[in-house]
Nanobody, 127 residues
Framework: QVQLVESGGGLVQAGDSLRLSCAAS????????????MGWFRQAPGKEREFVAA????????NYADSVKGRFTISRDNAKNTVYLQMNTLNAEDTAVYYC????????????????WGQGTQVTVSS
């Protein structure tokens, strides 16, 4: 069983901050979470799902969408099988369901393919 569970979403005002967490569990991750590239995506109402950020197995390589650079920070704690997304200076355009995803492949960059997905957590930013 593979499970990715996001948490930390909510309703905030423009300019506020939130930290999302994604906890990985199950046999697949129990011994090898650190081997996975982890990513965050989001989907706003009526829009396609879009990439937000990704982090390599040891946190040494990061990638961000242009729309969140300088405001969002992705990080991971392999001892806790958890990846985080710190979101600062939120604005209404950040309103979306945020999903975390895991990729068993090595770092691929923008074309990274993900095998496992969480159920998502809602982030709503009021202006």
């Amino acid at each position: 069983q593979v499970q990715l569970v996001e948490s930390g979403g909510g309703l905030v005002q423009a300019g506020d901050s939130l930290r999302l967490s994604c906890a990985a569990s199950g046999r697949t991750f129990s011994r090898s979470f650190s081997r996975y590239v982890m990513g965050w995506f989001r989907q706003a109402p009526g829009k396609e799902r879009e990439f937000v950020a990704a982090i390599s197995w040891n946190g040494g390589t990061l990638n961000y969408a242009d729309s969140v650079k300088g405001r969002f920070t992705i990080s991971r704690d392999n001892a806790k099988n958890t990846v985080y997304l710190q979101m600062n200076t939120l604005n209404a355009e950040d309103t979306a369901v945020y999903y975390c995803a895991a990729s068993p492949s090595g770092w691929q960059g923008p074309g990274q393919t993900y095998a496992y997905w969480g159920q998502g957590t809602q982030v709503t930013v009021s202006s």
